[in-house]
Structure formats: C-alpha cells, structure tokens
C-alpha cells in the first residue's frame, strides 16, 4: 500500500526558507507524478508545485522563482525548497502522487510564516 509522509514544517520570518520532504514507501510507479499542495482553512486546497512524470515541473504562479521542487528516486523522497517566504505562504502542505486511479495523499505539514 502506497504511503507518503511529509517532514520539515515549522515556524519562519519573512523572508527565511524552509525545505520540506515527502518520503514515499509502498507501490508507488516510478514516473508517477509527485505535487506539493497547500491548504488554508476555509479555502480550497491548492497545488503549489510538481514535477510530472519523466521531470517536467509546474509551479503556481504565486511561488514561482521562489520555490523549487526536486525529486530524489534513489530515496524515493520529494523535497520542496521554499525561499523568500511571506506571510501568505502559511498552510499545512501536503505531498500527493496517485497509483492508478487512486489519490494517495500525505498527512500535511504545517508551515508558518510569522514575525
């Protein structure tokens, strides 16, 4: 069974980093995509960035030049490097790939940015 668990979370001023990671176990495929979302109460979970298949990265464009997705297939860990934090990146993180037609999605991270 496909499990993902997110570590590195935790409080940062503006402008500090953070680098969260999503290590994987189970039967995940090993192109899979792997995506970092992020989720604010009261409002819709958003996806933040992913590397797709054979490597291809998205980034919203909220965290773009400030973020950066990276994948480790020996360690079958996904990390997300996040400089230059503001305020409004505060959420709980959460890492997804899916197997099959199946969502597998980790238990969140939270991250606060806060002076």
């Known amino acids: 069974q496909a499990r993902l668990e997110e570590a590195g979370g935790g409080l940062v001023q503006p402008g500090g980093s953070l680098r969260l990671s999503c290590a994987a176990s189970?039967?995940?495929?090993?192109?899979?995509?792997m995506a970092w979302y992020r989720q604010v109460p009261g409002k819709q979970r958003e996806l933040v960035a992913a590397?797709?298949?054979?490597?291809?990265?998205r980034y919203a464009d909220s965290v773009k030049g400030r973020f950066t997705i990276s994948r480790d297939r020996v360690k079958n860990t996904v990390y997300l490097q996040m400089n230059s934090l503001k305020p409004e990146d505060t959420a709980v993180y959460y890492c997804?790939?899916?197997?099959?037609?199946?969502?597998?999605w980790g238990q969140g991270t939270q991250v606060t940015v806060s002076s």
């Open positions: 189970g039967v995940i495929p090993r192109f899979s995509t």
């Open positions: 997804k790939t899916n197997v099959g037609p199946n969502d597998v």
């Open positions: 590397i797709i298949g054979g490597g291809d990265l």
